[in-house]
């Protein structure tokens, strides 16, 4: 029994391209690019995190968040605010008038580390505030809402406004939180140098291998009645709440895990760029991050990943030659996908490349 | 008490009233056990909106209904549910995206809560309570298929078959047999007179000859009040429903 779970759990398409990820992910692109590449990679493979849960949250449930930067923030500014009070030790900040608390915070003419930050001085805690803050942040948010039963696009306004409200506040309380230049200079982990080649190297798979382990937390979840049921509700709401769910409920504890994702995300980026701020969890952000999951299918969960990559591939490319022109491709490519591609690249391969490869493999077995 | 003891459901002064129109007008009905019972009458009549007070899709301005003698009106509407009482929509509402037998099965009394959808597996109670109540409802063949697939008739007894793998002890019918065929007609009247073995039925219905080949006793409802009740050649006969249905 424990057997056919298991491969009800794991079509074998969905191994394959499990497979095939895995194998990009950890053999190809690290063959393929120097440090300073792969590392912009990884760096755009974070943004795959938030992507995979609007897959689970907007595919599948039908609950569209324009607000996931909020998470990814959470995620992120935790990171960012462990590794700042490790760089911030005594010594390496004995010519402040405060030594022994964040640069920005001495220049904000704070004398004394607020006491939020306290238990950032854990990595252990940290860890812990990475889960549990997204998750209770995407409670109170899922429970005020669908309790009340909002949804649909008042929903996705309304978590626009709070990605709003977090930006406006992060950049407002300068002295706690590092204003518009977001918490920057950070540098060692536990005493490990996060900024060397070596590091980027090993955190790039640090990456890519917890990607990998979120994709089979995703799977699992799609897999399980709980996805059927998200998907039943995007049918008929009415139907799944009279057959003695609680709707609420479900769409909270998805809200919540694609909190978490996005936070994981938001880590994994601290970690591997060095720095964390405001440009990355507001609107404009929060928007971008829905139109990864978009271009690569809002129902695939290999899709966001490989839509997060390809979306900011070009997104580098274009800004760097043609920075002005980035917003408008954005704007154009959300149409386009939306207008001629309604299941993104995951559609466009499911209907024109899966065939012709289950043909080949059809006529090869038959041989 | 001795009301309660013999009606599964009793409702009285129940009144509902949206911004002042009052759709359900101090309406008073007593279910037995086993009993089929049919409530008809115009368009508008307030039917629907009565069958949506008992579930707990609408809250009652006025009046209480009691399951079991249990007070429904205030409980959610998955605690309805787990009551007891099943309710299909007057247009079939089932999950298009899923399959028939992922259909029936996220009807099965298990594994309601977050966690325990999490966990859920589909073990031999499961797939032999989908594969007898398929067969029930005429869709052993159709397990596999999509939902969006089916005909329409095909799409009500599926819902049908969703109420009857939760086993309620009151299931409410919203118009089962409207946009079917003759014979699927009878394939219905036939499966609703099978399943009340254990428990009432209380349908919407407009076809007559419907109504009569099922139903225990008839309620007519005419703006939002009972307008005459008993058996099915009684009502018929009653003067003031001939009025309504034929004076205008
Ligand atoms: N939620 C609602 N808000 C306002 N009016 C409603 C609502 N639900 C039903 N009504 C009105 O109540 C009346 C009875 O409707 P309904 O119960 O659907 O009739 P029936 O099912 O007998 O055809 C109709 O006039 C309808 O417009
Ligand atoms: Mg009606």
Known sequence: ?367 | MYQQKDFVLTIEGLTVSFDGFKAVNDVSLYIEEQEIRVIVGPNGAGKTTVLDLICGRTKATEGSIKFKGKELTKLKEHEIVHAGVGRKFQNPSIYEDLTVFENLELSFPRGKKVWGALTFSRDQEVIDKVNEIASMIFLEDKLDSQAALLSHGQKQWLEIGMLLIQDPELLMLDEPVAGMSVSERKQTAELLQKITKDRSILVIEHDMHFVEEIADKVTVLHQGQVLSEGSMEKVQNDPKVIEVYLGH
């Open chain 1, 1 to 367: 029994m424990l057997q056919s779970k298991l491969r009800s759990l794991t079509p074998k398409n969905d191994v394959i391209s499990f497979l095939i990820l895995a194998a990009i992910l950890l053999v190809a692109l690290p063959l393929l690019f120097d440090i300073f590449r792969l590392n912009l990679i990884g760096k755009y493979l974070t943004f795959a995190f938030v992507a995979l849960g609007l897959v689970l949250s907007w595919g599948l449930g039908g609950i569209l968040s324009l607000g996931q930067g909020i998470f990814f923030g959470i995620g992120g500014y935790a990171m960012a605010m462990f590794l700042k009070l490790e760089a911030s030790s005594p010594e390496n900040t004995k010519i402040q008038s405060t030594p022994g608390i964040p640069d920005f915070m001495d220049w904000n003419q704070l004398t004394e580390l607020p006491w939020f930050w306290e238990p950032f001085h854990s990595l252990g805690f940290t860890i812990f505030a990475i889960f549990a803050l997204p998750a209770l942040f995407a409670y109170i948010i899922g429970a005020a809402m669908f309790k009340r039963r909002v949804g649909g696009v008042y929903f996705a306004i309304i978590t626009q406004a709070i990605a709003a409200i977090m930006t406006i506040l992060v950049i407002g309380q300068q002295g706690y939180t590092g204003g518009v230049n977001g918490i920057t200079d950070l540098r060692t982990l536990l005493g490990w140098d996060i900024r060397t080649d070596s590091a980027k190297y090993i955190l790039y798979f640090v990456n890519s291998i917890l990607l990998l382990a979120t994709l089979v937390v995703a799977q699992y979840i799609r897999k399980s009645k709980l996805g059927r049921l998200l998907v039943a509700m995007r049918d008929s709401e009415d139907r799944v709440r009279f057959s003695g769910y609680d709707v609420a409920n479900f769409k909270i504890f998805i809200f919540c895990v694609a909190g978490v994702f996005s936070a994981l995300g938001g880590a994994m980026f601290t970690l591997q760029v060095g720095f964390m701020s405001p440009s990355l969890i507001g609107i404009v952000p929060s928007i971008e991050m829905v139109i990864f999951a978009a271009v690569g299918g809002n129902l695939s969960i290999f899709g966001a990943v490989y839509g997060a990559l390809i979306v900011n591939w070009a997104k580098t490319i274009l800004s760097e030659s043609y920075p002005e022109l980035w917003l408008f491709a954005m704007g154009g490519l959300f149409i386009a996908v939306v207008l001629a591609f309604p299941k993104g690249l995951a559609g466009i391969y499911e209907s024109y490349v899966q065939p012709l490869l289950n043909k080949k493999f059809k006529s090869t077995q038959d041989k």
